[in-house]
């Protein structure tokens, strides 16, 4: 397999820069040429091609090199590949996703995997791995897929999602899940179940022991034994809403 | 051709085309993936009265499976297509959705014929199942005493080899179990390859259909009773007095080649005349594995 597409930031943003154009239509087969001709919106419009010194192969991945900080939207509407980002991105990363994983090897801002403000419903799909920390209201909205967090995750994480997974592993910020109607929301880490949700049974859930197994051997992400073989609180919520989903919280007991 | 003084009559074993699915069985310990692969293989020895054939393939270990637990890989054959939905609800849903601490997994992957199974055994969860998309696939959380049953939504089904058989003809009974104790041995735990029998040994061979009822569909393979060799047209050679058979399945024609050779050789020991294969004149089963082209094989695969 080509290692793909590399795009290395020529110089560092000095302002806030849009990327949400680049992968959201199929690119897994452009060249590099094709894809620095790709839009970016920032105070004045760009390409890739003035932000980024893009090289390589077409093989269905892209890493991005550089301090993405203050870049919102990476990733957003994914569909298809692997993308990764060695370093920091800004907000926004992954909106909307349906397919294709994001890897960013360092913090995400707010709304990570949340839903476009527009939008009724935000990741639909593939899978969303952030190796730091992420902020406030990661994964909110989302129907399907996978946002996963090494680090902590800010508040209203998993807010009204739809379904979908959202695993964190280390401490969530306040008003987790509300307005959750499904999906699941896993706490490695310590967390606050707000009081619209029930506690139900303290348990091994089976399907988190594949999840985490996945995280474990594609991502390499710090899942121990303990993740693996202990128990888990569930709670059922959002009782204000459907009521169909859980957070499960991790416990040592 | 001799084997350690055994001769290996110049034919062949005719083997089918049958569907297989791999289940992929785990559990908090061994012991109850075991348990669970026991009852989900139970009474599934031959289409002919089970509806369909079933064995263990191997032990997986904990780097084997998708959640990380002990396993058992489970093969599970059909004639037609249509059956292995049918025969994979039933006994997923008898016998691994009841058995404690176990998940079923599909244990063909990537496969592009596919069949329905959590998407059927969901419902026992009335109406309290949930759906978890983990990489692509679909898993079926039911919510049941113990805690969480977990079942995989559809499981990969492919063409596979059934009927794969050879026979020991051996001078006494003592002789000819354990002539086929060891072939069994060396072949059970070969990947891609199922005995569906007892213990993988088959004492009841059969023939096609009935001398004296029209209906039935098999009884028992006269040629090589040794009870009867003064009053049958016998295939028994001279001394011998017990006859057994190995019967194995696979994923494909290789597998069961490669476990025919390997097995055929441990048979070939002391109190051993003959080992020679069922088959019914080449006219049935499109698979013919020849015995004496299998052994000549440079090394055992």
């Given at each position: 397999m080509s290692e793909g597409l590399i795009a290395r930031l020529r110089a560092p943003l000095r302002g806030r820069a849009d990327l949400s154009e680049i992968l959201s239509t199929g690119w897994t087969s452009l060249k590099a040429a094709e894809l620095a001709r790709r839009p970016v919106r920032a105070e004045e419009p760009l390409t890739v091609g003035e932000l980024f010194d893009v090289s390589g192969e077409p093989g269905g991945r892209i890493r991005f090199e550089g301090d993405l900080a203050l870049a919102d939207r990476v990733g957003a509407g994914l569909s298809d590949g692997e993308v990764i980002v060695e370093g920091n991105v800004g907000a926004e990363a992954g909106m909307g996703m349906t397919g294709g994983s994001l890897e960013i090897r360092g913090d995400a801002g707010p709304r990570a995997g949340a839903a476009a403000p527009e939008a009724r419903r935000g990741m639909t799909g593939g899978e969303l791995i952030v190796r730091g920390s992420a902020g406030p209201e990661a994964g909110v909205l989302m129907r399907r897929g996978l946002v996963a967090i090494a680090g902590g995750a800010g508040s209203h994480?998993?807010?009204?999602?739809?379904?979908?997974t959202v695993l964190v592993f280390a401490g969530i910020g306040a008003a987790v899940g509300l307005w959750s109607k499904r999906g699941s929301i896993v706490a490695l880490g310590p967390v606050t179940v707000p009081s619209t949700y029930?506690?139900?049974?303290?348990?091994?859930?089976?399907?988190?022991?594949?999840?985490?197994?996945?995280?474990?051997?594609?991502?390499?992400?710090p899942v121990e034994?303990?993740?693996?073989?202990?128990?888990?609180?569930?709670?059922?919520?959002?009782?204000?809403?459907?009521?169909?989903?859980?957070?499960?919280?991790?416990?040592?007991? | 051709m001799n084997i350690r003084g055994v001769f290996i009559e110049d034919t062949f074993a005719e083997a089918f085309t049958m569907r297989v699915a791999r289940i992929i069985i785990t559990a908090r310990s061994e012991r109850w993936a075991r348990e669970a692969a026991l009852k989900l293989t139970g009474f599934a020895t031959s289409v002919i009265g089970c509806k369909c054939e079933a064995g263990i393939e191997r032990e997986l270990g904990t780097g084997d499976t998708p959640d990380g637990r002990p396993g058992q890989s489970v093969l599970l054959m059909t004639m037609g297509k249509d059956d292995m939905g049918k025969r994979l609800i039933e006994r997923i849903g008898q016998t691994v959705l009841t058995c404690p601490t176990t998940a079923c997994y599909d244990g063909l992957p990537g496969v592009p014929d596919r069949v329905g199974v959590g998407s059927a055994l969901k419902f026992f969860g009335d109406?309290?199942?949930?759906?978890?998309?983990?990489?692509?696939?679909r898993f079926w959380r039911i919510p049941v005493m113990e805690g969480e049953f977990l079942v995989q939504e559809k499981f990969g089904m492919l063409k596979?080899?059934?009927?794969?058989?050879?026979?020991?003809?051996?001078?006494?009974a003592d002789a000819a179990l354990a002539a086929a104790e060891a072939a069994a041995d060396v072949m059970a735990?070969?990947?891609?390859?199922?005995?569906?029998?007892?213990?993988?040994?088959?004492r009841s061979g059969s023939k096609v259909g009935s001398r004296r009822i029209k209906s039935m569909i098999a009884s028992t393979n006269d040629a090589f009773c040794?009870?009867?060799?003064?009053?049958?047209?016998?295939?028994?050679?001279?001394?011998?007095?017990?006859?057994?058979?190995?019967?194995l399945n696979g994923t494909d024609a290789e597998a069961i080649s490669g476990a025919m050779r390997v097995g055929i050789d441990a048979a070939c020991r002391e109190g051993v005349v003959s080992i020679t294969a069922g088959n019914y004149g080449g006219k049935l089963g499109p698979h013919h594995f020849h015995l004496r082209k299998i052994?000549?094989?440079e090394a055992p695969a």
């Open positions: 994480a998993g807010a009204g999602m739809i379904a979908g029930r506690y139900a049974c303290t348990y091994q859930p089976p399907h988190l022991r594949v999840t985490l197994m996945r995280l474990r051997t594609r991502y390499a992400l034994p303990r993740h693996l073989t202990g128990f888990y609180r569930r709670y059922s919520g959002d009782l204000a809403d459907l009521g169909k989903g859980e957070i499960l919280a991790w416990t040592a007991e | 109406g309290f199942q949930a759906s978890k998309m983990i990489a692509g696939e596979g080899v059934g009927g794969g058989n050879f026979l020991i003809l051996a001078r006494s735990s070969r990947t891609g390859v199922i005995l569906p029998f007892p213990g993988g040994i088959v040794p009870t009867l060799r003064a009053v049958t047209t016998s295939a028994l050679p001279e001394g011998v007095n017990s006859v057994l058979e190995i019967v052994m000549s094989a």
